[in-house]
């Protein structure tokens, strides 16, 4: 089956350091993509591993480790602006030929406060 | 370079009526994906296009349909409307399937079905 599972919410203080788990079963791995979500937004981009190891992209890291079937990002000196649904995304390995389906979790709505 | 972008960006719809909704890919790309994104489920995939065929397609009822043109422009139909079409719908292009390590989405359609 199919199963990406992230926590549901989660709060922060501005300036410090958060993660945000994702772990992941899914029918075939073809990388796993990050997305941030303002309300009424549409997604926006943050990172992307398909490799084991770590991402980093200025405050922004993620981490994968296939074996476990588990990714995290990690959020740097946290801003207000940072509040907002962080979504984590399998693509999947079709083995009838190359797809881009993303299977994404229900997102984890951080709350930065002050 | 000018990102993915859908029209319209808001459609208000009664129960029983269809409606057509159009995505332009990144210049370029010709690989777009559809999804659907409502409060309850989430991001859910509808279907992928690459090269004006349909490679991919989510559990979705027949209702719900796409096509890809010759220039890679895509659209997606929703026939005899319910309720629970109600949704952002959401379209992302690549270069190619399976092989991009981004994959940016539009700013979305926001339908209501009354």
């Known amino acids: 089956g199919q199963n990406i599972d992230q926590p549901t919410e989660m709060t922060a203080t501005e300036g410090a350091i958060v993660q945000i788990n994702c772990t992941y079963q899914t029918s075939g791995f073809n990388g796993l993509f990050w997305y941030q979500q303002h309300a009424g937004e549409a997604p926006t981009f943050l990172s992307y591993n398909v490799l084991d190891g770590l991402e980093e992209k200025g405050r922004f890291s993620s981490f994968l480790s296939r074996s476990k079937g588990y990714s995290y990002l990690l959020l740097k000196e946290l801003q207000m602006k940072d509040s907002a649904s962080y979504l984590c995304a399998v693509r999947e390995r079709n083995y009838g030929g190359a797809t881009n389906k993303l299977i994404f979790g229900t997102g984890t709505l951080l709350a930065v406060q002050p | 370079k000018a990102g993915v972008t859908q029209t319209p960006r808001y459609l208000i719809k009664t129960r029983g009526q269809q409606v057509t909704l159009s995505c332009s890919p990144i210049?370029?790309?010709?690989?777009v994906s559809w999804y659907q994104q409502t409060p309850g489920q989430g991001l859910q995939f509808l279907f992928e296009y690459f090269s004006e065929t349909q490679r991919n397609k989510g559990n979705f009822p027949g209702r719900f349909s796409g096509r890809q043109f010759s220039n890679s422009r895509s659209e997606m139909n929703v026939s005899t409307l319910e309720l629970g079409d109600s949704a952002l719908y959401l379209c992302?292009?690549?270069?190619?399937?399976?092989?991009?390590?981004?994959?940016?989405f539009g700013p979305g359609t926001r339908l209501t079905v009354l």
């Open positions: 992302a292009s690549t270069p190619a399937p399976g092989v991009a390590d981004t994959q940016y």
């Open positions: 210049s370029g790309h010709r690989s």
